[in-house]
């Protein structure tokens, strides 16, 4: 059964810095990793997908990787802003049902002024 | 505005009431999905829907049903809730997982069963 976690649970950086966030998963037969964020009392957005054939993917201030030999994603944040405080959760979907997904727990992220 | 919307946002109910929480979405999405969300238990998947009249068992099905009659519907029916259902709910879609589309959540539903 696929296992994702994400560590460290909680984060907290100064304004500005650049930041990394992890996501490992035990198998690495996988469709697609996505990356997702999630304001307190709200919903996930959508921040980026990466395909399991896909090394990285970029998206403004932010950089996901897929490593999948190694079973390990990134999330990186360049310039951090408060604005950017957030839990950040992965998902995979394995390659023999992409229909389901699996969630990390996620890493609560605050980004202090 | 695209979106996936689920009603009600808030629902306070009582063990064995039968309930209903509607998910609809106005993006021709083919997949659709429910989670719950519990602190200390993460995310965890309930049903999903590849396409309409085909659903499928996530990881917590037990005392849920669901059904996909059109495309952009896919209500969450707990016939007999009990409070270890007592959670957040999250609805999802996405265009298909052929090719790998994003999935779309709506706002949640904060259900309690007393």
């Known amino acids: 059964k696929q296992e994702v976690t994400q560590i460290p649970a909680a984060l907290s950086v100064p304004e500005g810095e650049n930041l990394v966030l992890n996501c490992s998963f035990t198998d690495s037969a996988i469709y697609n990793l996505q990356w997702f964020r999630q304001d307190p009392g709200k919903g996930l957005t959508s921040l980026l997908l990466?395909?399991?054939?896909?090394r990285e993917q970029t998206s403004g201030r932010l950089n996901a990787s897929l490593d999948k030999s190694s079973g390990r994603s990134t999330l990186y944040i360049a310039a951090s802003q408060p604005g950017d405080s957030a839990t950040y959760l992965c998902a995979v979907r394995p390659w023999t049902n992409a229909g389901k997904s699996t969630f990390g727990d996620g890493t609560t992220l605050t980004v202090k002024p | 505005e695209a979106q996936v919307t689920q009603n009600p946002r808030y629902l306070i109910t009582v063990t064995g009431k039968k309930l209903t929480v509607t998910c609809s979405q106005n993006?021709?999405?083919?997949?659709m999905s429910w989670y719950r969300q519990d602190p200390g238990l993460g995310l965890r998947q309930i049903y999903y829907s590849m396409n309409v009249e085909v659903t499928d068992k996530g990881d917590v099905p037990e005392g849920y049903k669901v059904s996909r009659k059109e495309k952009r519907n896919f209500p969450l029916i707990l016939e007999s809730p009990s409070p270890n259902q007592t959670s957040l709910y999250f609805c999802?879609?996405?265009?298909?997982?052929?090719?790998?589309?994003?999935?779309?959540f709506g706002p949640g539903t904060r259900l309690t069963v007393t």
């Open positions: 999802a879609s996405s265009l298909s997982v052929v090719n790998s589309y994003e999935q779309y």
């Open positions: 990466i395909q399991s054939s896909q």
């Open positions: 993006m021709n999405h083919e997949y």
